[in-house]
């Protein structure tokens, strides 16, 4: 069989829509090929850019610390790679609108019309369609789904260290509660945002990649996600 590589990750750039509280990102050229070329011998020159991102822009992952404030919280660089590494399924709910409060029986529905099960160390991304309908409009961090407090510890609590949405959260836009976040908290669990359209995906069972930047005391870190499909 061919393995094939799908990548969900959004582009990083200028102008990128992020969740309300966080800085825009900056992208500079701080040296480009005509002003290096003169510093060494032909042919050679380099060209190299600064960026400023907050280490929660564009496809990124929460360490346990971003939602945890206690003492020992673990930091980004301090999470197990295995946790980035994963087995992985990609559930349907796209079905339902915008601003949907994710509940356990639409989980269970999504389940079972793939006849998926989660098993223990599982990635669980969600497929909402939110990426594809908003993308680059202020739409994108307003009008997006999330699950409710019962749906987290669904998910969770069948064995998935992490769960992923095409989304700015994976709580519902406009919440002050933020409970998928805090079973997050309370069960030492990863979630992963911002991913990209996740169709090629959907519904299916494959090998999950999602590697943070060993970023010291970070309290997350941008990734590469990817799915590996064995067709």
Known sequence: MALRLIDLTQPIFEGMVLWSGHPPTKIVVHATHEQTAAQFTPPYSYTAETITLTTHAGTHVDSISHVDPRPGAPSIEQLPLEWFYTEAICIDLSHLPPRTLYRPTDIEAALERHNLAIRQGD????????????????????????????????????????IGAEAPSIDVAGTTLYPAHLVCREMQRLNTENLADLTAVVGRRFRYIGLPLPILAGSGSPIRAVALLDD
Do not use: F, K, P, Q
Request: proline letters at 0%; aromatic letters at 10%.
């Open 123 to 162: 990635t669980v991304l969600m497929h909402s369609g939110h990426y594809a309908r908003t993308r680059d409009s202020d739409a994108y961090a307003t009008e997006y789904s999330g699950l409710d407090r019962e749906a987290a510890e669904l998910i969770y609590g069948r064995g998935a260290v992490n």
